[in-house]
């Protein structure tokens, strides 16, 4: 009679035993290669029965150990994955070993043996990318031991271009930069700087400072288990995860990793259950001592939608913010990327584009490729005027950037009240709701952070901004007209 031990719950050790008769111990298997065609031939069989998709997800990381005194030992990569196969498939893996080699008395699933502690000067990275890969193809499915088992499916691939060489670094970015470094070289992580929260507007260089991170821990040591997502894409496991059923793989995926990279964080707000998850999964790593990394559009502080534990948690380490950039950097980056792509632009249209396009260093980057895929395709002499007019709808657009000056001189105007009640201490309902409005339209429509909004209104306090932008946006939902000034004035202002 087949029997399937229980095993003892919470016991690393636990094992699932498939038995038959409690039979006198057999020889040894004499050759390996020989136990490892059985176990192909086993593997085949399963995959036929239950379908390549339930292979992939049980057996598919499931490794052959060793055959002694009829004992089967198979190795599972997580407690979860050892229970299901043998809790579900133990009596057809015993089944299928003994039809191929009758010595298999029984079938014993091990968990892994976990890696040995990380030493000082030992920081594991995942194998490298094979280079022929792709940035926008996932991750080739790699062999043998490497991160976390399984994680390196969900690890997205940094891009071979963002590295700490390539990355200019100025005033504004200075800060985050050496954070970042700081921690792609430390051997172990230093709670003090745990998490790393790299926060900054959009296209300002987090996701390029996280792959440059994920490239030194990578070149320093490739067996380091880092996982590196953006935080859409932990929210969105974690939902397939809740739909299959899989929860418990879900959570051993990510708490077996070196090193936790999460693009984005900002992503999570508002999202309980994958909250509490990141959490959970965050705490865990942490009292584990292994290092976090996060990016965000916001700081800790001025997230919304998220429960407080997480934002102190969030906050706890080291937070590095990239403010927006300055005309110098911006030339400077234009000057290196012109360099590097081996073009020759002309220094006054380099400076023409810095001083235009201020919003951000995509956008930039975007406009100095154009420029120059013009020059080489129609084979233009690449000037200020052709710049301009390869530009010219980037360049609109930039022209009609909205100053704190317009949006107060409108909204005042638009509810009848004096300019200077937008920087007034007066609090009445009639003067404090428009000076919301303006702040909120301020938040939105202008790249300036809350600091420096409250500045430009009375010199008020980043948390009064940050009152007035919820305020605001909770009364757009409940009071249409609230919501149809707002909508109005967006489109007065943006022209
Ligand atoms: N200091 C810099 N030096 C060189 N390139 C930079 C620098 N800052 C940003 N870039 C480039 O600008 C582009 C946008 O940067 P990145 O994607 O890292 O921004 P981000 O802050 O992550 O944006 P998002 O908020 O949209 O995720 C990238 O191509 C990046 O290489």
């Given at each position: 009679m087949n029997k399937i031990q229980a095993p003892f719950k919470g016991d690393n050790n636990a094992t699932y035993e498939m038995n038959t008769v409690a039979g006198a111990d057999m020889e040894e298997m004499a050759g390996r290669k020989e136990l490892e065609a059985h176990w192909v031939r086993v593997c085949d069989r399963l995959r036929k029965e239950i379908g390549d998709k339930a292979f992939k997800t049980w057996f598919g990381e499931v490794e052959l150990g060793e055959l002694k005194a009829g004992k089967l030992r198979l190795y599972a990569p997580t407690r979860f994955v050892r229970d299901w196969v043998g809790r579900h498939y133990g009596d057809r893996v015993l089944a299928y070993w003994q039809s191929v080699n009758?010595?298999?008395k029984n079938v014993e699933v091990n968990l892994v043996p976990p890696p040995a502690p990380r030493r000082p000067n030992e920081i594991i990275a995942m194998p490298p990318v094979p280079s022929?890969?792709?940035?926008?193809?996932p991750p080739m499915p790699r062999m043998?031991?490497?991160?976390?088992?399984g994680a390196d499916e969900i690890s997205q691939t940094p891009e071979a271009r963002y590295t700490f060489n390539n990355f200019v670094v100025g005033k504004p970015n200075e800060f985050a930069y050496a954070a970042a470094r700081n921690i792609s070289e430390q051997d172990m992580p230093l709670p003090e700087r745990n998490p790393l929260y790299i926060f900054g507007g959009v296209g300002l260089g987090k996701t390029h400072l996280m792959h440059a991170i994920w490239h030194v821990i990578r070149e320093r040591d490739p067996k380091t288990r880092v996982l590196y997502l953006t935080a859409e894409s932990f929210v969105n496991r974690f939902i397939q995860a809740l739909r299959t059923k899989n929860t418990g793989q879900f959570k051993e995926l990510f708490r077996n990793v070196d090193v936790l990279m999460v693009d984005d964080?900002?992503?999570?707000?508002?999202k309980e259950a994958s909250q509490d998850e990141f959490f959970f999964t965050f705490n865990s790593l942490v009292e584990q001592n292994k290092q976090i990394i996060l990016s965000s559009e916001k700081p800790p502080s001025e997230l919304?939608?998220?429960?407080e534990r997480m934002r102190s948690r969030l906050g706890s380490g080291l937070v590095a913010d990239i403010h927006s950039s300055t005309y110098e950097l911006r030339l400077s980056i234009l000057q290196t990327k012109a360099e590097n792509a081996r073009v020759p632009v002309p220094v006054n249209v380099l400076e023409f584009l810095a001083h235009k396009i201020s919003t951000n260093i995509r956008e930039l980057e975007g406009a100095l490729n154009r420029v120059v895929a013009h020059g080489q395709l129609i084979g233009r002499e690449i000037t200020v005027e052709m710049a301009q007019d390869v530009l010219h709808d980037l360049l609109r657009q930039a022209d009609r950037k909205v100053t704190v000056d317009e949006i107060q001189q409108r909204v005042a105007a638009h509810y009848n009240i004096k300019l200077a009640e937008m920087s007034s201490p007066r609090r009445a309902r009639s003067v404090a709701r428009p000076r919301q409005v303006a702040m909120y339209l301020a938040k939105q429509l202008t790249t300036l952070s809350l600091p420096q909004i409250g500045k430009r209104f009375?010199?008020?306090d980043h948390t009064t901004v940050m009152h007035a932008v919820r305020k605001i946006e909770e009364l757009k939902v409940s009071d249409h007209s609230i919501a149809e000034d707002v909508e109005l004035l967006k489109r007065q202002l943006q022209g």
């Open positions: 009758a010595e298999v022929s890969q792709n940035s926008h193809q043998g031991p490497s991160i976390g088992r964080v900002q992503f999570i707000c508002g919304q939608d998220i429960e009375g010199n008020r």
